[in-house]
């Protein structure tokens, strides 16, 4: 059986308040929408322990990766990962 797992990287920029982290994912929000980015580079959680509630509610500048993937079905999916976390101070 061969695998057709095709992944294409496009990079994006985002405000957003984090909201918290449940089941494996880190949620975020601003005034319209909710992100959730299933992974976050280990530089990103070495500096922001983001299973903690320390960060909930505070703003960030969130930079990350958008993979274009396709699953076992040939459907096609986005998965988001954080690249670079910028804490904005008030």
Same mark, same amino acid.
Request: glycine content about 4%; proline content about 1%; hydrophobic content about 25%.
């Given at each position: 059986?061969?695998?057709n /797992?095709? %992944?294409?990287? /496009?990079? @994006? %920029?985002?405000? @957003?308040?984090y909201?918290?982290? $449940?089941d494996?994912?880190? #949620?975020?929000?601003?005034? !319209?929408?909710?992100? *959730?980015?299933? /992974? @976050?580079?280990?530089?990103?959680?070495k @500096? #922001?322990?983001?299973?903690?509630q320390? #960060? *909930?509610?505070?703003s960030f500048?969130i930079?990350? $990766?958008?993979?274009k993937?396709?699953?076992? !079905?040939?459907e *096609?999916? *986005? $998965?988001?990962?954080?690249s670079?976390l $910028?804490?904005?101070?008030k």
């Amino acid at each position: 059986m061969m695998m057709n /797992n095709t %992944t294409t990287k /496009n990079t @994006a %920029t985002l405000k @957003a308040t984090y909201d918290g982290y $449940e089941d494996g994912i880190y #949620y975020f929000s601003d005034d !319209d929408d909710t992100y *959730e980015f299933k /992974n @976050a580079d280990p530089k990103v959680l070495k @500096a #922001y322990d983001l299973t903690s509630q320390k #960060y *909930e509610g505070q703003s960030f500048n969130i930079t990350y $990766e958008i993979q274009k993937k396709t699953d076992e !079905d040939d459907e *096609e999916y *986005e $998965e988001w990962t954080i690249s670079k976390l $910028e804490l904005i101070q008030k």
